[in-house]
């Protein structure tokens, strides 16, 4: 009896530490301008905090009027419950796209990871009677396309048009250029991707998403260039283990951290500041223009 009292105990236990994310949209007989009610409900261990997505910027094809967000412990548990309503202008298909929760442990033991929401589509209906029929009309009467003399000078122009054509095609072969294809290795792309996103100066304008949405760009392209791996649709918890094979363990933990700290700012509408982008950017440097990094040093 004990160890089964003790089995259910770690059960409870086991479960309590799962992330869970349901949503519900009332999608029965939806009309243009009708409100469109979604509910996101997420619910982790207690000590797990959520940052939600921006649904303005992710959603599109519906208009947001309400943007709620609720938060209990229950069982201890953390609930988190985002109420959505919006409304649509126009007949179809409307998606609601899938979007990033990043999730952590707040007391600082865990990592960060990135849960996405379902993707849903919901048809919205027009408000006219589908049983109308369409207004009776007349056969048309039957006209003459042109008459002889158009004919005559649309033949004219037919073999202008022609003749210019051939004219043109015997041109082009008498004059082929020849045009040499300029071969750009890793890390040359890579330096001048760098220099166009140190003068944008997105720092400067405090507009962090875009810098790091650019950096995390430019290192993704840079290991797909130089391992032929693909990376650029991995979601950071997916990337990282294809990408630790081909690093140094010291390398990889600053990947580790660069590409969480990456999420929360392009994600969770975290908080950067000049000196933090300009250390990134330096790890970058020294990742992909590393013998550049040292001569820049010496100097």
């Not at 409870?12 to 243009?32: C, S, Y």
């Not at 988190?80 to 007949?91: I, P, W």
């Not at 100066?201 to 797909?224: A, G, M, N, S, V």
């Not at 693909?230 to 283990?241: A, I, Q």
């Amino acid at each position: 009896m004990k160890r089964f009292i003790l089995l259910i105990t770690i059960a409870g236990m086991l479960i309590a530490q799962d992330v869970h994310l349901k949503m519900d949209i009332d999608e029965q007989n939806i009309f243009i301008g009708d409100r469109i009610h979604i509910t996101y409900i997420l619910s982790g261990p207690e000590k797990h905090f959520f940052m939600m997505p921006d649904v303005q910027e992710w959603i599109t094809d519906i208009e947001i009027l309400d943007n709620r967000t609720k938060s209990q412990i229950k069982k201890h548990r953390n609930i988190v419950s985002l109420y959505l309503e919006g409304v649509a202008f126009d007949t179809g298909f409307v998606r609601i796209p899938a979007m990033p929760v990043v999730f952590a442990d707040s007391t600082g033991f865990g990592t960060r990871d990135t849960l996405y929401t379902p993707e849903k589509y919901i048809y919205i209906q027009s408000i006219l009677d589908s049983n109308i029929s369409a207004i009776a009309m007349n056969p048309p009467l039957p006209l003459h396309l042109m008459t002889w003399w158009e004919y005559l000078i649309t033949t004219v122009f037919l073999a202008l048009s022609i003749m210019l054509l051939w004219l043109g095609i015997r041109h082009h072969k008498l004059q082929k250029p020849n045009i040499e294809q300029v071969w750009e290795s890793p890390h040359d792309k890579a330096r001048y991707a760098i220099d166009i996103l140190k003068s944008q100066k997105y720092p400067e304008k405090k507009q962090w998403k875009l810098f790091y949405l650019e950096l995390t760009y430019i290192l993704r392209e840079y290991y797909e260039g130089i391992y032929f791996i693909h990376l650029h649709e991995l979601s950071t918890s997916e990337l990282l283990p294809v990408l630790k094979p081909y690093v140094a363990p010291e390398c990889y933990q600053k990947l580790y951290l660069f590409f969480q700290f990456a999420d929360l700012i392009k994600f969770a509408k975290g908080i950067a500041d000049a000196k933090q982008c300009e250390k990134d950017i330096t790890l970058i440097k020294t990742i992909v223009i590393p013998n550049e990094y040292l001569k820049e040093n010496d100097a």
